[in-house]
């Protein structure tokens, strides 16, 4: 099966810019998880979907960040104005519906920002 | 917050031998997972054990874990330059979210 599909790769903007990050699940993953991972450090959930529903955003810098799955399948991650410290890369990750298979996560090979 | 801290932070060894990362964590858990992670790359799931196992292996790699001590190791045995990579330990602590909370990691160099 295709993998989860991430876009850009790598992005170099100024602070105070904006910039929206895609991702495409693995077909028929309901749950979709944007990660931030600042070097160094393991990935921080920033937040989950069920479907187009948010099912947790509780580390998500809510003044600058936000986050949409419309139709339940491709979700978009912006940050609206950027700021030095969201220099990380932006994983996504899926995950099959259920117990057992459905626990782990598989994720996209991540965008690349440095906020300059 | 970071529920999961590796150790060591860094290891370097020569191919062939076997590498051990720990991993220590706060609160019950219903699964722990093990992730790899090459320089540059999205993370790649490894290996699950559950809170009732104590002991799981999958090719090269056996996982431990001790409840008691909220703690799990990592071993890859005879390993190869292939293996150098950072290694993430990420508990799931129940419900129905599936969330996952990861560590720091354990950056392995595995020298030819």
């Known amino acids: 099966e295709a993998g989860v599909a991430q876009s850009p790769r790598y992005k170099i903007i100024e602070k105070r810019q904006s910039v929206a990050f895609w991702c495409n699940p693995i077909s028929g993953h309901a749950t979709l998880y944007w990660y931030q991972q600042i070097l160094g450090q393991g990935p921080k959930l920033l937040i989950q979907?069920?479907?187009?529903?948010?099912?947790?955003d509780s580390q998500l810098p809510k003044d600058r960040f936000s986050a949409e799955r419309l139709k339940g399948v491709d979700s978009t991650l912006k940050i609206q104005p950027a700021k030095l410290e969201d220099s990380a890369v932006y994983l996504c990750?899926?995950?099959?519906?259920?117990?057992?298979?459905?626990?782990?996560?598989?994720f996209g090979p991540g965008t690349r920002l440095l906020v300059l | 917050s970071q529920q999961g801290e590796e150790d060591p932070q860094a290891l370097s060894i020569q191919e062939g031998e076997n590498a051990t990362m720990n991993c220590s964590y706060k609160?019950?858990?219903?699964?722990l997972q093990w992730y790899r992670q090459n320089s540059g790359r999205g993370l790649v799931h490894l290996i699950l054990?559950?809170?009732?196992?104590r002991e799981k292996h999958s090719g090269r790699l056996r996982v431990t874990l001790d409840t008691s001590k909220k703690s799990s190791s990592l071993l890859i045995t005879a390993s190869r330059a292939a293996d150098t990579a950072s290694y993430f330990c990420a508990t799931d602590m129940g419900g129905s979210n599936y969330k996952l909370t990861f560590g720091k990691g354990t950056l392995l160099t595995v020298n030819p």
């Open positions: 979907f069920q479907n187009n529903g948010v099912v947790d």
């Open positions: 990750a899926s995950r099959r519906p259920g117990k057992g298979a459905g626990e782990t996560q598989y």
């Open positions: 054990i559950r809170s009732n196992e």
């Open positions: 609160t019950s858990i219903n699964n």
